[in-house]
């Protein structure tokens, strides 16, 4: 795996590529002197868990046949207060499916994901409480 980024101004906004060629941003926060242009380092982390966890969920209601016509995941999360690193202490994920989905199947596939398969969750769960809860919309 391999990740390259290049800054973009004369400040904190870069753009990283990986070796498939996609990219994204990133920036600093304000109070800092970023511009708010991009996602900051650590929202970036709460999208990889929030990315890492859906891609789990979804192949694994595909693996048990179930009718998924969508999902959306909301992450929330608490920091360490003046704290330099500040970490997450608290990082909550919520669910929410559609379809006509059996509820026992989603529950073991958000589990799964949660305690067993999701890379991500595992690294921020050293120093996180990670919880989770799911909705289904038919």
């Known amino acids: 795996m391999k990740v390259t980024l290049k800054r ?5 906004h870069m753009q990283a590529t990986n070796e498939s060629g996609n990219t994204l941003e990133t920036d600093g926060n304000p109070e800092i002197g970023g511009g708010n242009k991009a996602f900051r380092p650590m929202q970036m982390m709460l999208a990889g868990i929030g990315g890492c966890s859906s891609i789990d969920v979804i192949y694994l209601l595909k693996k048990q046949r179930q009718p998924l016509e969508d999902i959306d995941v909301k992450i929330t999360a608490e920091r360490e207060e003046g704290k330099v690193p500040s970490l997450f202490t608290k990082i909550h994920l919520h669910f929410d499916l559609k379809g006509d989905l059996d509820k026992k199947k989603v529950e073991r596939a958000c589990a799964l994901s949660m305690e067993k398969y999701c890379s991500v969750a595992k690294l921020l769960e050293k120093t996180a ?3 989770w809860s799911y909705s289904i919309n038919s």
Not at 8 to 12: C, E, H, K, S
């Open 8 to 12: 973009l101004d004369d400040a904190f």
């Open 129 to 131: 409480k990670i919880e």
